[in-house]
């Protein structure tokens, strides 16, 4: 079983930075996406931006230009750097793991950490 753990998240004021780590107890070497969604209360969970296996990477148009996802394979850590920040990026982050082995697709979550925003 692959396990995900999040860690940076906390509270922020308005225009400032935070970086989410998500250490991964497997190679992600291995795994074909890593991403970073989020969920704040009363909506839905949503994609915030992911990096494929080659290093492509893909944002939600509300974070572009000021969030920035990396991965670290040696460290077998995905990272989430977060400038600027604003008060509707209030949510519960979730690191998320896509291993496709054999034609099957496994999914893979971390438990998710808070980020506030807030002055």
């Known amino acids: 079983q692959v396990e995900l753990v999040e860690s940076g998240g906390g509270l922020v004021q308005p225009g400032g930075s935070l970086r989410l780590s998500c250490a991964v107890s497997?190679?992600?070497?291995?795994?074909?996406?890593m991403g970073w969604y989020r969920q704040a209360p009363g909506k839905q969970r949503e994609l915030v931006a992911e990096?494929?296996?080659?290093?492509?990477?893909n944002y939600a148009d509300s974070v572009r230009g000021r969030f920035t996802i990396s991965r670290d394979n040696a460290k077998n850590t995905v990272y989430l750097q977060m400038n600027r920040l604003k008060a509707e990026d209030t949510a519960v982050y979730y690191c998320?793991?896509?291993?496709?082995?054999?034609?099957?697709?496994?999914?893979?979550w971390g438990q998710g950490t808070q980020v506030t925003v807030s002055s």
């Open positions: 990096i494929t296996s080659s290093g492509s990477t």
């Open positions: 497997e190679s992600i070497a291995n795994m074909n996406n």
């Open positions: 998320s793991a896509i291993w496709m082995f054999h034609g099957r697709r496994f999914d893979y």
